[in-house]
Each structure stands twice: as C-alpha cells, then as structure tokens.
C-alpha cells in the first residue's frame, strides 16, 4: 500500500506518486459503488470544497448507479494527472414529467483529471456544463 | 530513455531550495486584493507598503517604524485609482474621489518616514473627469508629474491625457494641461521621468487611425514639445505600453492586437525623442501576452519579460535579452525550467543590477494552488539556475499578487523583498487576502 509521508508538490511523477494516485482513484470510485458519498465529496479537490455546500452536493448524487470500474492507465504530469478507466453504471427507472428514464448497465471508457494539492491528490471537479473546473491553474 | 525522461530526471536531481524567502506579516488585516500594491524602500532605509483595505481606505504603512497612515481618511469607498512614487525620503499618492457625481483628483505627501503628510492638494475638479489609471513620476529637483486620463470631451474626442506639475516637491500644482489635444483616445497614460526631463507615450486615435505618440519637456513641465509619431500602430493597443530610459537611448515597447493576430512592437531614440527606430518582435507574432515588463542596467543590458502564449496554451514566462541597448534581441527564453505545460505562469516581475545579476520571480501555478517563484542570473541572462527556487512551501498556499496595477518588487543592497498576498482558503473567487513581504537575497537562495 503507498503511503505519503511529505508533500510530493515538487515530485515530476514518481512510482510512489503513481501508486498514491492509483489507491486514491481505487478509493473513490469504490465509494461510488458503495454509494459513500461523504466520501466522494471530500475526495473531490479542496477548490470545490471550498465553495460548495456538502449536503448541497450529495443530494445532486445517487440518480446514476455505479457497479464495477477498472483503472487502465495512468499518466502523471508533475501535480496533474489523467486516469483512464472503464466503468459499468446503470440508470434506475425514474420519470422526470411524464417522461421515464432508464439505463441497464452499461460499460464506459472514460478520462477523468486528478490533481495533487499540497498533501494528496483529489479528482478534480468539472461542470460539464461550462466544461470548467473551480481550481484555477 | 527518452528526453522527456531525462529531463525529469535532470529536474529531480537539481531539486531546488526551499522556502529560500523569510516571510512577514505585518498585517493582521484582510485587504482588497483587486487594488494595486506598492512595495518601496526610502532613503532613509523605511519599508513602506501601500494598499486599499476592505472599506476602500488607502493605506502607507511604514513597516520598520509600525506606522500607519490612511490616505483618504475622508472618502473611503468613493475613492479609487490609487498609486504611489517615491522619491527620496518622500512618498507621493494620487487617487480619485468620485463623490456627488463629480470626480475629484488629489494628491498627498508623505515625508521624513512619516513625519510630515501633507493636506491632500485637489489637482483637478471633475474638470478633466479623471479615471483612474494615474501615473506619478518625481525627480531630486523637487518636480513630481501626476499624469492621468480623463473621459471629458473635447471637441469631438474623447479621453485625454492630462499633466499636471509641482516644482516644490508636491505641495503645489500647475492647473491640468492636455497633453493629447488634437487626438482622442488616450485611455493608457504613459510616463517616465529622469532627472533632466519627462516623457509621455500616449496611444492615440487620430483620422481613424492608431499612433504610438511622443512628448517631453526639458523646462520642468512648463513648455512640452508637439507631439511626435513614434508609429502608427498596426492594431488596439492594450494597457501595457512600457518606457524605459538605458543610457542616452529611450525606448518604449507596447502589444497589440490586430486582426492578424497579437503583435509586440518596440521603438527607440537616441536623439531625445525626435525620432524613432521602431520594429517588431518577430518572435511574439502570434503570441498573446498576458503581462509585460521590462528592465535595464548600467551596461546597456536590456531584458523584456512576459508572460503569454498561443491560444489554446496555458501562459508561461519568458524573458527576451539583448547585450547592446536593445539594437538585437535573444530569443524568447522561458524563464521557467519545468517540463510540463499544463499550468500558467504569470505577471513576471524583473530586477537587473550593474554586475549582471538579474533576479526574476512569477506567480506558479504548477503546484496547482499559486506560489511565487524565483529564477535567476549571475552573468547578464547568459546561463540560469537549473531549477526554479519556490520562495515559500510549494502547494501550501494560495499565494499571488496582482501585476497590472502594482510595484511590488524591489532591491535594497543585497535584499530582494517582494509585496505578495495569501488567500485565507481555497475558494478563489474571494476578494479578502493577507498582505505579506517575502525577502530573499540570491546569496542565500544559491
């Protein structure tokens, strides 16, 4: 298991750094499945933490079921790295005015962005509706 | 290994100092970190720290003696525009009272380490409807130029460049002179004074067309010369147009933007200003700047950072030499030493001494949160350190300042201080930040 001892602000993408991003990314989609989403919020990075309202949060999640998810590659540029990884989610029946939603399950290739701030790394948020994020680098 | 892995690796190995900076924070209070920041050091070895705290209130404190003076004690929020110069033992400030609809320009003192201040001197009534973007420029004759723009109309045009002149070391002032009359649009009021004359650079819009326009005077600010085109500009000019003065030579750069695309453009005099050898830099065609400065030494060694890029990059910091009074330039070099392009640097800051010392430090984002970064030159910007130098614990704090509207890095004999500001957490959208002083010297960085 890695573990951190000192800030790796300064480290460019060391195995340790690697195998922290690894466990982390491990953590949080684990939470996902097991629907801890305390956990995911405070997993997510300190800039969005900082502006966003935990229980505000949390209530935007649980609509989309997470079932399995598998890490296939990770590449580390100094504090920012990109984690590709496949996961298998599902979407329970659900009407939103009249009109009913649903998903079985289904696999999904996707990229998310990880960033090291100071003492770990924190997936970072993205609005995918304004395709930004509230760190600022 | 591949290159990229030897460079890591190079990087690690040349791991830089820590914390090479001591820090002070010498102000318990938040302050608005939207407003400019001024950092001098007067004669009399008095640190001195500028700003405009949370309820618009301007302050000059001097931090070696812990005094604290409140410059607009009257105003508060009316006020804006703040800027300061120093000159010897004095402290000149300028700002803008909007009250009642009208705009007020005054001017303050501050002298003797903060023995004397003098009653604010209004320079202009809401005659020139003042904004602010002032400019103060003094020399030891005891001659302080307040150079600002004004939206009032005349004639046709609007936005003027305004002067007003005090021989007496501030305490009285010519009425406003208009320094652009005949042209419009001169909303970057540009101003350098020496010991003999002062200068403005003012962009200007005449016929439909852009010009980059020379004046000076060599009375004092009694008589200017007619204006002299330096160029017509080929786009907008934006707000950094930046004199500098090396030997006999005057040289001014400016960046804009054209439908082509951003250009940075140079000129210079060796004739006092008649005229002008203007160009490009061939190598910024394209190139969107963020930030520009520049700066010189005694041996005719001239350096122009920025930082910027092409669009769709993150902004990084360069910096651009030339050995001969700026007949020749280097190529861009990237002042940052880090192998990933994945985050912005910005508002590079520049001190060149006669021994070919040059000292450069920028705002980082590579450790996500900001934090304030030093590289540096022993011989002229010939070779550099092989690692950037934090001047703080990487990534534990947010850490910036604000480079459009401040001075906030000097020399003092060996000592490097720089006027930065911390963010209280991590939510970014927060005008509230601690001031704090980071001192360093290259001796104890190496």
């Known amino acids: ?137 | 290994m591949d290159m990229k892995r030897v460079l890591i690796f190079l990087l690690i190995l040349f791991a830089p100092m820590r914390a090479a900076a001591d820090e002070q924070l010498p102000f318990p209070d938040t302050f608005n970190r939207f407003e400019g920041i001024f950092l001098q050091q007067d004669d009399k070895g008095n640190i001195w720290t500028s700003y405009t705290d949370m309820d618009g209130y301007f302050h000059m404190k001097n931090v070696s003696l812990k005094k604290d003076f409140v410059i607009n004690d009257k105003s508060g929020r009316a006020s804006t525009g703040f800027t300061v110069n120093r000159n010897g033992d004095a402290l000149y400030i300028a700002w803008i009272d909007k009250t009642g609809g009208r705009k007020k320009l005054y001017f303050r003192a501050v002298a003797g380490s903060g023995d004397t201040i003098s009653d604010p001197v209004l320079l202009d009534d809401n005659q020139t409807e003042a904004l602010p973007r002032i400019r103060i420029g003094s020399n030891s004759g005891g001659n302080v130029y307040v150079l600002w723009y004004g939206e009032r109309a005349v004639g046709k045009a609007k936005y003027h460049n305004y002067v007003a002149v005090s021989n007496d070391n501030g305490m009285t002032f010519s009425s406003p002179q208009n320094l652009t009359m005949g042209y419009g649009y001169a909303i970057y009021p540009t101003l350098l004074v020496d010991e003999e004359n002062a200068y403005i650079f003012s962009y200007v819009l005449k016929d439909k067309k852009f010009y980059m326009i020379f004046r000076k005077t060599t009375d004092n600010g009694k008589t200017w010369t007619d204006p002299v085109v330096i160029k017509e500009t080929p786009g907008t000019v934006t707000t950094y147009i930046k004199p500098l003065k090396t030997g006999n030579r005057l040289y001014v750069f400016w960046y804009c933007t054209t439908k082509q695309g951003p250009v940075t453009q140079k000129a210079f005099s060796d004739d006092g200003g008649k005229t002008w050898n203007s160009s490009d830099y061939d190598d910024l065609k394209g190139i969107s700047l963020s930030y520009m400065t520049a700066a010189s030494d005694a041996q005719g060694h001239m350096y122009f950072a920025y930082s910027g890029g092409t669009m769709g990059q993150k902004s990084n910091t360069y910096i651009i030499i030339s050995k001969d009074q700026g007949n020749t330039w280097s190529k861009p070099i990237s002042l940052r030493h880090y192998p990933f392009t994945t985050t912005t640097t910005v508002y590079p800051q520049i001190i060149a001494s006669d021994d070919g010392t040059v000292a450069a430090v920028w705002v980082d984002y590579r450790n996500i949160r900001s934090n304030i970064y030093l590289q540096y030159s022993l011989d002229g910007g010939e070779t550099w350190q092989p690692g950037d130098i934090p001047l703080e614990e990487p990534g534990r704090y947010n850490t910036s300042y604000f480079g459009y509207a401040s001075e906030n890095f000097i020399k003092t004999g060996d000592t490097y201080s720089i006027l930065a500001y911390r963010l209280p957490a991590d939510d970014l959208s927060m005008g509230e930040a601690k001031l704090l002083v980071m001192k360093f010297s290259i001796k104890t960085a190496r």
């Open chain 1, 1 to 137: 298991m890695a573990s951190k001892t000192k800030s790796l602000s300064d480290d460019m993408g060391s195995p340790q750094k690697i195998a922290l991003l690894r466990e982390r990314a491990t953590e949080f989609w684990t939470a996902f499945v097991k629907e801890d989403y305390e956990k995911i919020f405070n997993m997510q990075d300190p800039f969005f933490r900082a502006k966003k309202d935990i229980h505000a949060y949390i209530s935007t999640l649980g609509r989309i079921k997470y079932h399995k998810f598998e890490i296939k590659d990770i590449k580390v540029e100094g504090n920012i790295a990109k984690v590709e990884m496949s996961l298998v989610y599902s979407v329970p029946s659900y009407k939103f005015k009249k009109v009913s939603f649903t998903v079985p399950e289904t696999e999904q290739e996707i990229e998310t962005t990880w960033i090291y701030v100071y003492d770990n790394w924190y997936k970072e948020w993205r609005s995918e509706m304004v395709e930004s994020g509230a760190a600022e680098y």
